[in-house]
């Protein structure tokens, strides 16, 4: 088993910036995907960004040039830097990990608010 931890959220004026951390208990190399997730109220969870173990990356076209994903597997650890972010950025954040691309780990989700 492995436990994903999420940090970094908080409250942000818009046009602001939050970096998300996301520890894992053990050794993240043997994960070949990772990836952020968020869920706005009322809205069905959706991926944002994910990073493969050879640090390809993928963006939701909404986030494009705005977020940015990275992966440091000595820290087992996820960032995502998210950037000038709006009031729709807004919602629950969660870090999901794909280990031997069969086992699949959530985290328990922080929360990012974007005030306009």
């Known amino acids: 088993q492995v436990q994903l931890v999420e940090s970094g959220g908080g409250l942000v004026q818009a046009g602001g910036s939050l970096r998300l951390s996301c520890a894992a208990s053990?050794?993240?190399?043997?994960?070949?995907?990772m990836g952020w997730y968020r869920q706005a109220p009322g809205k069905q969870r959706e991926l944002v960004a994910d990073?493969?173990?050879?640090?390809?990356?993928k963006y939701v076209d909404a986030v494009k040039g705005r977020f940015t994903i990275s992966r440091d597997n000595a820290k087992n650890t996820v960032y995502l830097q998210m950037n000038s972010l709006k009031p729709e950025d807004t919602g629950v954040y969660y870090c999901?990990?794909?280990?031997?691309?069969?086992?699949?780990?959530w985290g328990q989700g922080t929360q990012v608010t974007v005030s306009s």
């Open positions: 990073i493969t173990s050879g640090v390809t990356t």
């Open positions: 999901q990990g794909t280990r031997w691309s069969t086992e699949n780990y």
């Open positions: 053990r050794s993240i190399f043997s994960f070949n995907r």
